[in-house]
């Protein structure tokens, strides 16, 4: 191990005794009481010594005998200290693509701030590698998506989507102008592949396409780590259709919401199907509630909103695609972000996010509600201050 403060923490001291690290309250904390010594000693923590040697620089210092392994699990326990080198061999490998790793520091940095062993930053970083996305859309919200997923180092990302790219698709980040008149899904997958950090090859067509694959040979199912449903209709983002996702719930994948509808923005519920609130729960609660809801989607379905430019504010997609991609890699990354089992939406123009909850709906046939075992998420808090000493 080579031990190192976490450069992402920045650090000031208190008073003479105290050290802060960090700047925002949900990560920063105050370690103290610290001497004179052992915060010059603080300063060989740079990711360039191994345990022995710091033990024959604090033996110079004149630091008590076990006083750098009692300081560095303190450090540990406080989520302060990262491995320069460890990680395993994954990590080991992305650590020798110099350009790829190069690409993905600033990820990397974020992931110390939110993890608190040493070293688990760079093992979920490289984790990202091996991760499959399908994202099913291609306007302004899921282009976008699917570029953020894949410049943050998912491994395959696959865009899914009819039709040709029109200009009103355009968007910083997603489709570019001169993709117009492209099919949406190829000229989102060269853009997928053109903000990635390693630039990996074109992929097979006849193997992308459905959420549950088969392996060459093996007679083994592959499937995506996660699917993100990114709907160009405003219709199909409020009032999501069951039936888009029938197969990811049957194939028991995890699947994410996002999209624009009119001037509000929506991102979730992420469904864990079993598990939490889908599509099918968000109906049937809606009926139960308003037992009109089925008379207006129908009209609403075959009127002629569907042949005209969808109502999507550039800004407005923007942020729901920043806000639906942070939320993927969190899951990802091994976390339950807040828009599991909820809808966190935002208007324009006052642009409020809050989260509504999605229920398990006990007659829905993904089971979730059955019994009251859905899993049970909490949503709307706020980040937690977690300074300590």
């Not at 699990?73 to 406080?78: G, I, K, N, S």
């Not at 520091?105 to 590698?129: C, F, K, Q, S, Y």
């Not at 008149?181 to 053109?194: Q, T, W």
Request: proline share 8%; with cysteine; glycine share 12%.
């Amino acid at each position: 191990m080579h031990p190192i403060l976490k450069p992402a923490l920045r650090r000031g001291w208190r008073d003479l005794n105290t050290v802060q690290f960090g700047m925002t309250p949900a990560h920063a904390v105050v370690l103290g009481p610290v001497d004179t010594a052992t915060g010059s000693f603080l300063t060989l923590l740079d990711g360039t010594r191994g345990v022995p040697l710091l033990r024959e620089e604090a033996r110079r210092m004149d630091l008590p005998d076990g006083h750098v392994d009692a300081l560095l699990d303190r450090l540990c326990d406080a989520g302060l200290l990262d491995d320069a080198t460890g990680g395993g061999p994954a990590v080991e490998a992305l650590r020798r693509q110099r350009g790829v790793h190069d690409r993905l520091r600033p990820d990397h940095a974020a992931l110390t701030v939110t993890t608190a062993d040493p070293a688990e930053g760079a093992r979920r970083l490289a984790a990202r590698r091996s991760s499959r996305v399908q994202v099913r859309g291609a306007g302004r919200v899921g282009a976008l998506v699917a570029s953020v997923l894949s410049a943050a180092g998912v491994g395959q990302v696959d865009v899914r989507d009819g039709g040709r790219v029109e200009p009103w698709d355009v968007a910083p980040g997603g489709q570019p102008v001169e993709a117009v008149g492209e099919r949406r899904d190829a000229a989102a997958r060269r853009a997928v592949r053109s903000v990635a950090p390693d630039r990996p090859p074109a992929p097979d067509r006849r193997r992308s396409g459905p959420a549950v694959e088969r392996e060459d040979g093996a007679g083994e199912p592959r499937v995506f780590s996660l699917v993100v449903i990114a709907p160009r209709d405003g219709l199909s983002v409020h009032s999501p259709d069951p039936a888009s996702a029938e197969d990811l719930v049957a194939a028991g994948i995890p699947h994410l919401y996002a999209g624009v509808a009119e001037a509000t923005g929506t991102v979730g519920p992420l469904v864990l199907p079993g598990g939490t609130g889908c599509a099918q729960c968000l109906l049937l609660d809606r009926t139960d509630r308003d037992p009109t809801w089925p008379r207006l989607l129908a009209q609403w379905r075959s009127g002629r909103a569907g042949r005209q430019v969808q109502a999507c504010d550039v800004g407005l997609a923007t942020a729901v695609a920043g806000l639906a991609a942070a939320h993927g890699l969190a899951f990802l990354d091994g976390e339950l972000p807040s828009s599991t089992g909820a809808r966190w939406e935002a208007s324009a123009p006052g642009l409020d996010w809050h989260a509504r909850p999605v229920w398990p709906h006990p007659e829905c046939p993904c089971g979730a509600g059955e019994g009251g075992n859905g899993q049970e998420v909490s949503v709307g808090e706020g980040p937690h201050d977690t300074m300590a000493e």
